[in-house]
């Protein structure tokens, strides 16, 4: 059996003692300042402004008075403002915890306090969410940024473009070692409270040179794209730390591509709903409510082949009913259950 790749592996030089794991990867990149770093759905982001912001948003944090080794919840969607948010609190020498965006206000409100993050940077469709995980707990939160809001927002907190443009770049990074904590994922708590698991700057390093560069063989002629979310460590690999290492380009959604998800990228749909619903041989095929921007028009027809032109054509929604609005929760979330009963009871 050969041995080559083994040898490969041990021919990696180890980060040098002083090592911030966010300056290595823009250092990586810096003469591919107008190479597409990640494309999200609202615009491209290259390196060379990704660079930039990184250091803005370092310089951002550290007026707010954090201090090194301090945490920062990011609460956020996959878009071009995550990269920039966890690098930038990397950059900086703050930790940022990486949060599941689809837990509840009470899972936030534990993690909260038992991070004692000083700031939150979220997504305005999470907000409402987070904003019930603050009343509810003993925080310390100082700020919260919002990126990309979808209501006007309270005195209390700043828009995320506002937050950024507000500060200089920060001219050099904060003098981390290897070993220093760099960021905190969250177990999914499936035996009891979630655990914060801290990784080192050194960490991604070594995942991306031995898994990212050796296994998967990755280069900067790739474009990548990761099912799993940035929140998760292997999302945060194949669609981060792995692609910025060579220089590749990473496509990023915000949502789950579910038909859900892709119905509302219609530019007539104002929001929609999937639920199961049996079909005349008794099998559960999948039912959209879908409810209309104020003057548009489309049918189900154009719907159906909308979604199958986005998705495996196997996803698109069988059933499609148009409805004036959707059942929700006093923080904005559509009761699916509602939709299950009112359909139960036609049956």
């Known amino acids: 059996m050969s041995t080559t790749g083994q040898e490969d592996r041990s021919a990696v030089p ?31 982001l290259s390196y060379g402004e990704l660079d930039e912001r990184v250091r803005r948003l370092a310089s951002a944090l550290k007026a707010l008075g954090l201090r090194r080794e301090e945490r920062v919840l990011l609460l956020m969607q996959d878009g071009n403002d995550w990269p920039v948010s966890f690098l930038g609190a990397l950059y900086g020498g703050f930790v940022p915890v990486a949060v599941n965006t689809l837990l509840t206000a009470d899972d936030y409100a534990y993690m909260l306090e ?14 409402p969410t987070l ?17 990309r809001p979808v209501a006007p927002l309270h005195p209390s907190e700043v828009e995320f473009e506002a937050f950024l443009q507000a500060h200089t770049p920060a001219q050099r990074p904060a003098r981390t070692g290897a070993d220093d904590p760099a960021f905190w994922l969250y177990s999914s708590g499936s035996t009891g ?44 690999g194949n669609g981060l730390s792995f692609p910025m290492s060579v220089g590749a380009t990473t496509l990023l959604m915000a949502e789950r591509p579910t038909p859900e998800a892709t119905l ?18 008794g099998l559960t095929k999948t039912k959209a409510f879908v409810v209309l921007k104020s003057g548009e028009s489309t049918t189900e027809e154009q719907l159906k082949a909308f979604v199958k032109d986005r998705l495996a054509p196997y996803k698109y929604p069988r059933f499609i009913e148009f409805v004036n609005d959707l059942p929700k929760t006093a923080t904005g979330k559509i009761q699916r259950f509602r939709l299950r009963e009112a359909e139960a009871r036609r049956a």
């Not at 509302?264 to 041989?281: F, R, S, T, W, Y």
């Open 14 to 44: 180890a980060p040098p003692e002083t090592f911030n794991f966010a300056q290595h990867l823009l250092s990586c990149n810096a003469k591919r300042a107008t190479k597409a770093a990640f494309i999200d759905d609202h615009g491209t």
């Open 114 to 127: 038992h991070s004692r993050a000083q700031a939150v940077l979220v997504s305005g469709a999470l907000l």
């Open 131 to 147: 904003t019930a995980a603050l009343t509810r707990s003993d925080h310390e939160v100082a700020r919260v940024v919002v990126s």
């Open 193 to 236: 409270r979630p655990k914060g698991t801290v990784h080192s700057h050194a960490n991604p390093y070594w995942t991306a040179e031995l898994y990212g560069k050796a296994v998967l063989g990755l280069t900067e002629s790739d474009v990548c794209f990761s099912a799993a979310k940035l929140f998760f460590a292997y999302g945060l």
């Open 264 to 281: 509302v990228q219609h530019p007539a749909v104002l929001e929609a709903a999937v639920i199961g619903k049996e079909d005349g041989e």
